[in-house]
């Protein structure tokens, strides 16, 4: 019974949408499963492998014959070789945990029984948008338009001179400039889309689902009404903000190491990337900032009164020593003894507006801080880093 009840609440922001219909048609995906392992190296060999042929083959490949050969360019092996298997491994993540998270809501007794059709319905609307055609053709004609339009010279500012020939009036770009710019990358910006989109998609959905009238809990021990398993579900974009984290990282490092910048400068930059990665990753949690908000203002009401009229008759009878007869609420064993009535209030004082703590944080900027202490190691003891990380985070 249970398990129907999963599958009925079940949703993926991963599975049936048009690139995901798409890939089933050429094989890239099976009939059953995500096909996770055999499209990370697929594309992964396909908007490297055609780069490192050409500049091999051309001799652009190991310093020596240009300037900057292909090998000194962090960026473009890490984009393809990591980034892109990390966006397509994210999607293994996502799935598992929304398909965890979501059903839960429903047995939790979070969604009253009244609204099971309401949280169903808004479970089919975001399926529904999920598989829409439109959204895709957006994104493709935007990418499309970017790539044709923008000159090859720009793409990527100067992370193609290895494929550049001729000089300043006459330069152009042979097959792996050409690769980059109109295969290698519209793949890897189609994937960071993706990513864009299921969190939109994530938004409207939990926007949704506050908007139904909860069952929260002022009193719940996870402090969030009983919505603190939502904690975990930033930990969905884990692999997507390592992903992007290594792409900035890798670039920034190859213009530590060859043209002349300093980590040091590097900070602010660094920085703001952190509070935008983290910052995108955790906004969909704040859609509940409203529902808690509402539910501790009328809990802080509700509990106080409760403990006012416990008060006054724990004083009635034991400090003024009058006679009081089957009185309810001395006797409740659910509230107990005075302490117990402070604890029930103290719970609901101490209550979040929002289903964010240490771990939704951490699930995201672990992650992404990886790739930047390796940047900035190259001029700071990595021991030193992370002594630095540690009295941050303790």
């Known amino acids: 019974m249970k398990d129907d009840l999963n599958q009925e609440f079940e949703l993926s922001l991963v599975r049936d949408d048009l690139p995901f219909r798409l890939q089933q048609r050429i094989g890239l995906i099976p009939e059953k499963g995500l096909g996770i392992l055999r499209r990370a190296i697929f594309y992964a060999l396909l908007t490297w492998l055609p780069l490192v042929l050409w500049a091999a083959f051309t001799g652009r490949a190991l310093p020596g014959s240009v300037d900057e050969p292909l090998l000194q360019h962090f960026g473009i092996h890490v984009r393809f070789l990591v980034a892109v298997p990390l966006f397509i491994m994210g999607e293994a993540v996502m799935h598992t945990l929304m398909s ?14 009244e609204q099971r059709d309401a949280f169903a319905e808004i479970i089919q609307g975001v399926i529904r948008l999920r598989n829409r055609t439109l959204p895709w053709i957006v994104i493709v004609v935007l990418i499309v338009a970017w790539t044709v339009f923008e000159p090859v010279m720009s793409a990527g500012s100067h992370e193609l001179e290895w494929a550049a020939t001729g000089g300043a009036e006459s330069r152009h770009f042979g097959f792996g400039g050409w690769w980059f710019h109109y295969v290698s990358r519209p793949i890897f910006i189609v994937l960071l889309a993706a990513w864009l989109w299921r969190l939109v998609l994530l938004v409207i959905l939990l926007k949704r689902i506050a908007g139904l009238d909860l069952a929260l809990v002022p009193t719940h021990p996870d402090r969030a009404g009983g919505l603190g398993f939502l904690e975990k579900l930033p930990t969905a974009f884990s692999l997507f903000a390592l992903a992007v984290a290594s792409v900035l990282a890798s670039r920034l490092a190859h213009d530590v190491l060859y043209h002349g910048a300093h980590v040091q400068s590097l900070k602010g930059l660094v920085a703001a990337f952190l509070i935008l990665v983290i910052g995108l990753c955790v906004a969909p949690l704040l859609v509940f900032i409203g529902p808690l908000a509402a539910a501790k203002r009328q809990a802080l009401l509700e509990y106080g ?11 009635r009878r034991w400090i003024l020593g009058e006679a009081l007869d089957d009185e309810p609420l001395l006797q409740a064993e659910e509230i107990g003894p005075v302490a117990d009535t402070l604890a029930l209030y103290e719970a609901v004082k101490n209550m ?3 289903p964010i703590g240490k771990s939704a944080i951490m699930g995201v900027a672990l992650p992404a801080l990886i790739p930047l202490l390796a940047l900035f190691s190259i001029e700071v003891p990595i021991k030193d880093l992370l002594m630095k990380l540690l009295g941050i985070l303790v």
């Open 100 to 113: 965890r998270f979501i059903p839960y809501f429903q047995t939790s007794g979070l969604v009253r029984v």
């Open 305 to 315: 009164t409760l403990v006012g009229q416990h008060g006054r008759l724990v004083r």
């Open 352 to 354: 979040r507006v929002a």
